[in-house]
């Protein structure tokens, strides 16, 4: 097998007949025949057991502002240690970081490092979590759950950054390790996960339920594409989905620009950006922001006296008045995590 160093025994895995394993972590649940990879292209049935390739072995290691992932409400202004590997069990054809997330097989790249140069990189630049980002993380799960353990032994949190589509087993590996999540939900329409990301929604709705359900810290993005996904009707139905599990969870809009292999297509406008933020405010959502426009100012007012509380310009924060994560005009507790 090559990349002999990175192997590593994967997690949540079955043996079927003839030497093929079943994969458990993503709800594809991949039957794997010896010597093949999974969707992702990064998990590999060497000889009848399910090896990660990408294990210590992160393609992009990068120190980001955690306003950047995106979470808004959990350590604002702070700085998230992001690391991503190559693959992905999704292929987004509107994919920013393609160039990596569908890297398969022997075209795997990185750079090996272990979870303790990582945890020393993030305490160095004073970052105050660890963030598995760039591609899906369930790809890269064992390297995930070894560095999220060693990350809460050195005081630092957990942020996972999703498109949802993992197992509720995978979920229970998960839970107390991760501290807060940013799950993408990027339609209300079946049609557009399998047309667009060889994906299902459902998973990802069962998965945004069970995070908010295990104590996750939860935040959830959509990027609004022209034409796919940006009907009035179909945004009502994400803002309608997400106040229906609590009000106070954070949505991220994000406009889309063309990249990949929807390079024809135009950039959402601004005034459907506005729209849909105006749409979500209607179904109640306390906190519904705009990602990727110009001179974005995002700012988290407190849902009981209106004060403004958090202002950000793009990704820096220029005030927060929070004190000990409340109002300190009325009192009122905002949702997300304050304090390391
Ligand atoms: S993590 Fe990869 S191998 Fe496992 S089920 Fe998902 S796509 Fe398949």
New binding site residues.
Partial sequence: MKLKNTIHRAVLWESVLQKKVL????S???T?AEGH????GV?KNHEGILYSTVYEFPIAINVDPIEKKPLFHVLPGSKALSIGTAGC?FTCAFCQNFDISQLRGNAIRGQKTSVRQLLETAITNHCQSIAYTYNEP??FLEFVLDTATAAHQHGLKNIYVSNGFETAETLKLLEGKIDAMNIDLKAFRDDFYKKLCRGRLRPVLETIKRAYEAGIELEITTLLIPGQNDSDNEIREIARFIASIDREIPWHISRFFPTYRMQSSHPTPVAKMEQAQAIGKQEGLQYVYLGNIPHEQNTSSCPQCGLQLIVRNAYQVSQNILELGKCPRCGYRIKGIFKT
């Fill in positions: 994969c458990n972590a993503c594809h649940r991949c794997i990879y999974g969707i992702c998990r069990n369930v790809v």
